[in-house]
Structures are given as C-alpha cells and as structure tokens.
C-alpha cells in the first residue's frame, strides 16, 4: 500500500508563511497527479492546489498569488509554500496522489491532515 506523510503545519500570524510536505512512501511504480486540498470546520474539503506527474498547476482562486505547489518526483514529495497566510485559510490541510502501484490497480491516497492556524 501506500501512506502519505504531511509535515509543517502550525500557528502563524497573518501575513506570515508555512511550507507543508508531503511525503509519499510504499509499494509505488509512478505517481500521477498530487495536490493540497483543505477543510475548514463547517466547510467541505476544497481543493487548494494540484501539480501533474509533467509539472503542470492550478489553484484555486483565492491562493492564487500566494502559494505554490511543487514536487520532488525522484523523492515522490509534493510541496505547498504559503506566503501572505490569511486568517481564513485556517484548516486542516490534506495531501492527495493518485498511484500506480507496483503490484496492484492505480488508486487514490490522502495524508492523514495537518493543521494549519493563522491568527494573531
């Protein structure tokens, strides 16, 4: 199987930055498509950002500007850097890769969720 890591979550101010990774480790021939989504309470899971096996990205309008997404394929690791953090992008971020598995179907995997608090 497969289990993805998520790491630098925490507590920053407005206007400050976090970078969160993601770690993908297990039974994996290639990685597909990664990405950021988010859940605020109340709210449904969204997504944040998406990057293609190719490199390709998108965002959703309201970090466009403010974050990045990238990846590290020969470490199957995907990154958000954060910058100019807003109160409301407050929630549990989520990471997402859809795998090709060395003995088994293509399926999709998430992380386990790490918070992300901006407040001052």
């Known amino acids: 199987q497969v289990q993805l890591v998520e790491s630098g979550g925490g507590l920053v101010q407005p206007g400050g930055s976090l970078r969160l990774s993601c770690a993908a480790s297990g039974s994996i021939f290639s990685i597909h498509a990664m990405g950021w989504y988010r859940q605020a309470p109340g709210k449904q899971r969204e997504l944040v950002a998406g990057i293609s096996s190719g490199g390709s990205t998108n965002y959703a309008d309201s970090v466009k500007g403010r974050f990045t997404i990238s990846r590290d394929n020969a470490k199957n690791t995907v990154y958000l850097q954060m910058n100019s953090l807003k109160p409301e992008d407050t929630a549990v971020y989520y990471c997402?890769?859809?795998?090709?598995?060395?003995?088994?179907?293509?399926?999709?995997?998430w992380g386990q969720g790490t918070q992300v608090t901006v407040s001052s």
């Open positions: 997402n890769a859809d795998v090709d598995l060395v003995a088994g179907p293509r399926d999709d995997y």
